[in-house]
């Protein structure tokens, strides 16, 4: 689906965004001059969506801030504040969330090169070299074959049509497609710059980390179980798959002793810069579309704009059975995509 569906309109969005040289909005406008109304609406709607995703979005990645947190603080000897990071409620919820954001607001109002590409260049790496380090690390444990088995030889049995439309907007959702955020990138990118490779790149790195996440998810699910870790019900359904990084993963690295402690640490440290790298796209998306329309200063749209965003993820903690859900496309399957990339 990344392939066949995805690349040919990240490659559509980034020419769009080339072409226009501006936010998605003028972009669109320039592409579609004879129905600059519809064009407006459809770069409208797509930055609502952005704005939307990272509402969600920031609250999931608290959580993987508390999970982080909470081995740090135990370590120091502050137990009861270790539980309270990683024990679900409105306050830590909101707490962790204005957190992530705050981060993802400083890196933004830096603007492109000092800020989204001087961190996106720094974590990258970081990511990358964490990923294989754990990887590996999590293969020499005993039940890692299973999951490794499991996540690479395929089962035609469990292919159905429902199947490819989630690994349908899975691919859309990691590269995102549809939320104007390529766009903003397009507008950015050198005349002389290859859209068809530069697309490509993208898709194949995008890809891959998600390749390798699996690596290592996968895994280690399997070595929680070989731990005594239950992750399969009576009826062979995966227990806890909509809060499976929170549940399974953690459980494991208790069974794993001081050495877990580290891995668990490492582990929430690699989510988070992945998390970040996802919601700086998502800011400055509408970010830059203000600035533009609206000729703001950059730091005054980025609180703004971020600020209406934290109202809104505010909401949403406050009301989190009856919004959270709605905001994502399956309930069940949120947190899964939210931390797929």
């Not at 001059?33 to 952005?50: E, R, S």
């Not at 990258?124 to 444990?141: A, E, R």
Request: aromatic share 10%.
């Amino acid at each position: 689906m990344v392939f066949v569906l995805a690349y040919p309109l990240l490659v559509a969005e980034l020419t769009i965004g080339r072409y226009g040289n501006a936010n998605p909005i003028r972009s669109l406008s320039a592409v579609a001059p004879k129905h600059k109304i519809l064009a407006k609406t459809i770069g409208l709607v797509g930055l609502l969506g952005a704005s939307g995703i990272l509402s969600f979005y920031a609250i999931v990645a608290g959580w993987l801030i508390g999970y982080f947190a909470s081995p740090v603080l135990s370590m120091l000897g502050l137990d009861s504040a270790a539980e309270w990071v990683k024990t679900f409620g409105n306050e830590r919820n909101l707490l962790l969330m204005l957190i992530f954001m705050v981060v993802t607001v400083l890196v933004v109002r830096k603007g492109v090169a000092a800020g989204i590409e001087r961190w996106s260049s720094r974590l990258m790496p970081v990511l990358f070299i964490l990923f294989v380090l754990m990887t590996i690390y999590i293969m020499t444990l005993p039940g890692a074959v299973e999951g490794l088995e499991m996540y690479l030889i395929p089962d035609a049995s469990h292919f159905s049509p429902d199947l490819v439309v989630s690994a349908m907007g899975q691919a859309f959702f990691s590269l995102s497609i549809g939320v104007c955020t390529m766009m903003v990138y397009g507008s950015y990118l050198k005349k002389e710059a290859n859209l068809a490779s530069t697309a490509a790149q993208v898709a194949l790195l995008d890809t891959g980390v998600a390749f390798l996440a699996g690596l290592l998810i996968l895994p280690a699910m399997f070595v929680a179980q070989n731990n005594g870790v239950e992750i399969y019900s009576d009826a062979g359904a995966l227990l806890e798959e909509d809060t499976l990084v929170f549940s399974v993963l953690p459980a494991m690295f208790d069974t794993m002793g001081s050495a877990g402690v580290v891995v668990g640490i490492a582990f929430f440290a690699l989510m988070i810069i992945a998390a970040l790298t996802s919601s700086i796209s998502m800011l400055e998306a509408p970010v830059s579309t203000a600035i533009e329309e609206f000729e703001m200063e950059r730091s005054k749209a980025v609180w703004l704009i971020a600020g209406a965003i934290t109202l809104f993820s505010t909401l949403i903690v406050f009301n989190f059975d009856k919004l959270f859900g709605w905001l994502s496309v399956s309930r069940q399957n949120t947190p899964n995509r939210s931390l797929g990339y």
